[in-house]
């Protein structure tokens, strides 16, 4: 994978490029909604379809010159709409905020209420946080998980909504590793006839595999991003029935964007009809068993899980009992010195704050693509608990970075190109 192009003109980029490349390759990247695309998404996202405006949808656009255009989008549309039994797609969001943005927006007038997880229980920002703008613009309320098990608190959900009577329900999350009741969050909503808008960005591939239960036919609204279990680069997508379709389509152009990423729609396209493959499905259900190997690890090695352990493709883990000295930031700062980057996490019940929390986040996404099985994320696990065993210990970071890099050498990335 040369970057010889781009080095011709700014050898200043290429090096940072080819930096990030090695990075990738000689660490382990546990960020749970980070994956590794294939070259041939690579490819798609890196055409000359960067250049070319594409206002509007497919066969009704505002500008000229588009049959590739419309080609490519169509494919990315028709290919979505079979992985997730979707009636109605548009791949045109630029991520997945954007996607809840444009089913916000569709749907909702500034005021109208919003029930969502809290970001500190494994919500996410554009759930209605008071930094984006969602907050801000319409009246928000924040559901729990219960603390005592660590799962949704479906009941709690249900009194909640009767009192503050939303207009929508939104449900799926950032840093949850349970399987999620869509059925009973719908009869929720409907109870205080709201609409249910479920964000599957983190479980996108799980549930195009089926490896993780779908709200597709359930909720009102299905977003997702398109780079996190779904490896089909950058992006996020809206699914809904067709009864919605024009609303949603007119949110997301021209009410939330302009011209859409078509490189990135090629992405989302070439992503997709690897994930009809039936490899995709082996791809799914092992990054699954490889997050329970994990979690079985950490638990094994004296750690705290959220919940217990894992049903998807992620793990979290409170530090609080276990290492009370040791911040989410700290294990976090000295992972990456050893060569595992995972990042700290809020926990239910946080008791520091967003910037330093109690807990870690781990997911195998990426480590499954470049194939990592059980037995590789049990020593990865193992690897883990010695590095936050002994955080300052300088010695033990650096054995721990030979452990990783022959790990990583057993399991090549990009290696071909
Ligand atoms: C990652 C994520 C998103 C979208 O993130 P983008 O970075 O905007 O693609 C939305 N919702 C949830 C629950 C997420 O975890």
């Known amino acids: 994978m040369d970057h010889d192009h781009v080095r011709d003109v700014d050898p200043a980029v290429a090096d940072a490029l080819e930096g990030e490349l090695e990075r990738q390759r000689s660490t382990l990247q546990m960020i749970a909604s980070e994956n590794h695309v294939s070259r041939a998404v690579v490819d798609a996202q890196g055409s000359v379809l960067t250049n070319k405006y594409a206002e509007g949808y497919p066969g009704s656009r505002y500008y000229g010159g588009c049959e590739y255009a419309d080609e490519v989008e169509q494919l990315a549309i028709d290919r979505a709409a079979e992985l997730f039994g979707a009636e109605h797609v548009n791949v045109q969001p630029h991520s997945g905020t954007q996607a809840n943005q444009a089913v916000y927006f569709a749907m909702l007038e500034p005021g109208d209420r919003i029930l969502s997880l809290d970001l500190t229980h494994g919500g996410h920002l554009s759930h209605g946080h008071p930094a984006n703008f969602v907050g801000q613009l319409y009246e928000v309320e924040q559901y729990e998980v219960d603390a005592e098990t660590g799962y949704i608190d479906y009941d709690g959900l249900e009194e909640q909504a009767a009192e503050f009577d939303p207009d929508i329900v939104v449900s799926g999350y950032s840093a949850y590793p349970r399987d999620i009741d869509w059925e ?24 195009a595999a089926g490896v993780h239960s779908s709200p597709v036919g359930i909720a009102d609204f299905v977003t997702g991003s398109t780079h996190k279990t779904i490896r089909a680069g950058r992006g996020g997508i809206v699914m809904c029935d067709e009864e919605y379709a024009d609303d949603v389509d007119a949110a997301v152009f021209p009410g939330g964007q302009g011209g859409p990423l078509m490189h990135n729609v090629a992405g989302k396209a070439v992503g997709f009809e690897e994930a009809l493959q039936p490899e995709f499905e082996e791809y799914a259900e092992q990054t699954v068993a490889n997050a329970k190997a994990l979690g079985e690890t950490l638990a094994d ?32 700062v000295a992972l990456e010195e050893a060569g595992i980057v995972l990042n700290g996490n809020t926990v239910p019940g946080e008791t ?24 590789d994320c049990r020593k990865v696990g193992e690897l883990i608990a010695r590095v936050i065993d002994a955080p300052d210990d300088e010695a033990v970071k650096a054995e721990v970075r030979e452990e990783v890099e022959a790990l990583c050498a057993a399991n090549p990335l990009y290696e071909d190109d």
């Open 301 to 332: 090695e004296g750690f705290s899980l959220v919940s217990g352990g894992t049903d998807n493709h992620l793990v979290l883990v409170d530090l609080r009992e276990s290492h009370p000295d040791t911040s989410g930031g700290d294990a976090e």
């Open 184 to 207: 009973r969050i719908q009869d929720v909503a409907d109870d205080v006839d709201a609409l249910h808008l479920a964000d599957i960005a983190h479980i996108t591939g799980l549930v």
């Open 352 to 375: 520091r704050s967003a910037f330093d929390p109690s807990g870690i986040r781990a997911g195998t996404p990426a480590l499954t693509t470049r194939g990592f099985d059980e037995d």
